[in-house]
């Protein structure tokens, strides 16, 4: 257990389906963040959270959609999804949102989402 | 662009010494992370070097050269629970993480 937890750890969604993948943390952390992980490829950053307000949205398909209720919790809507979407998404926090020694990222154990 | 490369695979065998390198070309350099994923769990921080020079923590090594935009993480006496995927990141001159596509070991008896 890091701390950050993620539900569902595995999610299989047709193409016309809406689901939503949760997070949750309590480590006191100010930010936190979507990934997503594909194989063989690098971690990219889809969503940032400071203090409940988006600071980063990379060019995300409008497709995907966060939603930060409070400092512990954040939700990523999935709707209408295409098969090249399947991956592992994951979740992380940190005490602020700048890339620093002092804000390391820890991270939950992912959602595998597969459309078909 | 912005870079990192790693090697996407290495092979080692159970007690021995492995070095996984990470090169990178960013626009800035303010930090290195080193990061450990078992499959199917959550990437765990493994280290953090600023300054040149190598950093130790017990069977594991960070080493950083910031002139030739370089690092190393250096496993020594390897276990079997030392197979997992190994993930380097840079901190660039926006203080963004820039992710390496990571190393996956694999440690044989």
């Known amino acids: 257990e890091t701390g950050v937890t993620q539900t569902p750890r595995h999610l299989v969604m047709g193409m016309t389906n809406k689901k939503s993948l949760k997070c949750e943390q309590h480590?006191?952390?100010?930010?936190m963040y979507w990934y997503k992980q594909s194989a063989k490829k690098p971690l990219e950053l889809m969503f940032v959270?400071?203090?409940?307000?988006?600071?980063e949205n990379n060019s995300v398909p409008s497709r995907f959609s966060p939603e930060c209720p409070n400092s512990s919790h954040l939700f990523l809507h999935l709707h209408t999804l295409q098969p090249e979407d399947s991956a592992l998404y994951l979740c992380?926090?940190?005490?602020?949102?700048?890339?620093?020694?002092?804000?390391?990222?820890?991270f939950g154990a992912g959602s595998r989402l597969t459309v078909l | 662009g912005q870079n990192i490369d790693q090697p996407t695979e290495m092979t080692a065998t159970e007690g021995a010494i492995v070095q996984i390198n990470c090169t990178y070309q960013?626009?800035?350099?303010?930090?290195l992370f080193w990061y450990q994923q078992h499959a199917g769990e959550a990437p765990t921080f493994l280290s953090y070097?600023?300054l040149d020079g190598l950093e130790e923590k017990g069977r594991f090594s960070s080493f950083l050269s910031r002139s030739k935009g370089y690092s190393y993480l250096l496993l020594k006496e390897l276990q079997m629970k030392d197979s997992a995927s190994y993930l380097c990141?840079?901190?660039?001159?926006?203080?963004?993480?820039?992710w390496g596509a990571g190393t996956k070991l694999i440690i044989k008896p």
């Open positions: 960013t626009s800035g350099f303010n930090g």
């Open positions: 480590l006191g952390h100010n930010a």
């Open positions: 990141a840079v901190i660039d001159s926006n203080y963004q993480l820039i």
């Open positions: 959270y400071s203090l409940e307000e988006r600071v």
């Open positions: 070097n600023v």
């Open positions: 992380a926090s940190s005490l602020g949102d700048r890339g620093s020694g002092a804000n390391v990222l820890t």
